[in-house]
């Protein structure tokens, strides 16, 4: 029998795709259960982990986030109130009422998340006997301008007003403090006044990132973007070269279930079949760059190897992203064995169609 260093390097070493998921395939009959996870960790710190991808590295632009339409609203909300000096209820509102989209500057002062100060219109509503502002309502008015009644736009005023003066949340419990207790609004209007007029410190910006986190709401606002990275060039490589396959989503659980009797939940992220409408393959697509949450998402491969096995040996593949699955122990090295070793990442993603069954299933879908 080989050693673990040999069976390693068999792997490693192997001419093609195929060759390896064999040697991968052989590694529980030559080798004590003992010996499975550092040999399959082995495998992926040398085989696999040089083909992920820093993508913490780039963020998707996003216009609502980026710097030109802050800067057209803010001038708008700056011009209304005379540079924050004009900043009475009535003021506000006026402000509110002519571009709702101001909201955005007013919100991003106060320091609140949309739905953090749709709950503080509730508050601020109350007692003039209106009604608070739905996240949606804020998200329209501060995305697109959605019109916004009298009524509405003055419970915005009151709101910011409330928050600017602390009056809106009493004080704080224990060893909390307010959010509001930050430079621009520590001493209320006046403060933002102050640095409206004269500038913020770059250790001061740099320190809102810091405490903040940095791309923290871009990131959090493009998180389905990010999502879809991996699936769209998978989607992509199987439309160029004529791969018959479903995507699948919430939409499609039943069907695919129907179809296939794929009954894992939900379903693999694709289904690809033959000419016969026979299920020949599923593959599953994860990206994080935070190691525990790789390690979260290790545990979905060994649901599905579970099925691939129950639908008689099915190839399960992979394809990854993010610099987590770094972490081999108990993330990647996990994967490799339960897909046999057939993990690509979008660095290496064409290889795949080397690999069984790819090779018999290009062009069966070409129109």
Not at 219 to 241: M, P, Y
Not at 307 to 333: F, H, K, Y
Request: charged share 25%.
């Amino acid at each position: 029998m080989p050693s673990v260093s040999e069976s390693v390097s068999r792997v490693v070493e192997a001419e093609s795709w195929d060759q390896r998921v064999a040697r991968i395939r052989l590694i529980p009959q030559q080798h004590g259960t003992g010996e499975h996870p550092g040999i399959y960790a082995a495998i992926a710190r040398e085989a696999y982990v040089p083909h992920l991808a820093p993508d913490f590295a780039y963020i998707h632009e996003a216009p609502f986030y980026e710097r030109p339409y802050f800067e057209e609203v803010y001038k708008a909300a700056a011009e209304a109130t005379d540079d924050f000096r004009s900043v009475t209820v009535t003021n506000l509102k006026d402000a509110v009422m002519d571009d709702p989209r101001t909201l955005l500057v007013f919100r991003t002062i106060v320091g609140l998340t949309k739905e953090e100060f749709a709950h503080s219109t509730t508050l601020a509503a109350g007692p003039l006997d209106l009604s608070g502002l739905s996240a949606g309502k804020i998200d329209a008015m501060e995305r697109k301008g959605t019109a916004t009644t009298e009524d509405q736009a003055r419970v915005v005023a009151e709101t910011l007003s409330a928050v600017m003066a602390g009056t809106l949340f009493g004080d704080p419990p224990g060893d909390l403090k307010s959010k509001q207790d930050k430079p621009d609004t520590q001493g209320g209007w006046r403060a933002v006044q102050g640095f409206a007029s004269h500038g913020v410190p770059y250790s001061m910006l740099l320190h809102q990132r810091h405490y903040g986190g940095a791309f923290r709401q871009v990131l959090d606002a493009t998180s389905s973007k990010r999502g879809d990275l991996i699936e769209d060039a998978v989607e992509a490589l199987f439309k160029d070269n004529g791969i018959p396959y479903i995507r699948t989503g919430s939409h499609n659980q039943g069907d695919i279930e129907e179809r296939f009797e794929v009954r894992v939940t939900p379903a693999p992220d694709f289904v690809v079949f033959d000419d016969s409408d026979t299920l020949r393959a599923m593959l599953e697509c994860k990206g994080t760059n935070n190691g525990g949450t790789a390690r979260d998402k290790a545990l979905r491969f060994e649901r599905l190897r579970d099925e691939s096995i129950r639908l008689g040996g099915i190839p399960l593949l992979a394809v990854l992203g993010g610099i987590g699955w770094a972490r081999v122990n108990d993330t990647l090295g996990p994967v490799v064995r339960d897909t046999d070793g057939r993990v690509f990442t979008l660095a290496n993603l064409p290889e795949m169609l080397t690999v069984a069954p790819f090779p018999s299933l290009i062009g069966l879908a070409a129109d």
